[in-house]
């Protein structure tokens, strides 16, 4: 006797998206101590102790990859990425800072998590959401941007339940303490549009704040 189909989704993200939003993955990785190459000083096969080396061999991360007609928005919460790719550009960017990428006609980036840190833990905590370009600018010119964590602006809420924090990568949060204005976006994204009412905050709530 087979088991009946209980239910019946297209295939995805778990997180659901709405447009011009294309996905959103979290990772989080309990990486142990960096050797002397940032990679773990322990053998790979241990990884299922709560990290992943992903498609790195030595350093764990996303090697060089191509990606076209979108734009990645990498918002570091924990830990370190360097960033390398065919424009010329690099950065090392960590808790704070943000990476936004436009694709555009086409660009081919690689993203690693150097385990800096020789005596560990080495926890690396990384949000990354794919926002889709608008059909005339899919074959833009490639543009790399960092938010550097001093420019991306926070606003407090108190309520009598408890505190929330609101990060503003982009859309402006008129707040309590002030209007939080981000960076610019890149030129061709949608959220560049002011008629797109495009936002991207991450918020962090204590437990029963409203």
């Not at 990425?81 to 990476?99: E, I, M, N, P």
């Not at 949000?127 to 600018?137: D, E, F």
């Amino acid at each position: 006797m087979t088991n009946p189909i209980i239910k019946v989704e297209p295939l995805g993200s778990p997180w659901q998206t709405i447009d011009p939003f294309l996905l959103c993955a979290h990772h989080v990785d309990h990486y142990p101590a960096g050797n002397s190459d940032l990679g773990p000083v322990v053998a790979a096969s241990t990884s299922a102790q709560g990290w992943r080396m992903y498609f790195g061999k030595t350093v764990p991360g996303f090697p060089a990859h191509p990606h076209r007609g979108f734009e990645t928005i990498t918002i570091m919460r924990q830990g370190v990425v360097d960033h390398s790719d065919s424009l010329g550009a690099s950065a090392r960017f960590g808790a704070g800072d943000v990476q936004w990428l436009t694709a555009g006609r086409g660009i081919v980036h690689a993203e690693m998590f150097p385990l800096l840190n020789p005596d560990g833990p080495n926890t690396a905590e990384v949000i990354q959401i794919w926002l889709n370009l608008p059909a005339k600018k899919k074959m833009a010119d490639p543009k790399f941007t960092m938010f550097w964590e001093p420019q991306v602006p926070r606003a407090e809420f108190v309520s009598r339940t408890g505190r929330t924090e609101v990060t503003c990568i982009a859309g402006a949060l008129n707040g309590q303490d002030g209007r939080k204005v981000p960076p610019p976006p890149p030129p061709d994204s949608w959220a560049a549009d002011p008629k797109s009412d495009m936002a991207v905050w991450a918020v962090k709530m204590v437990p029963n704040a409203t």
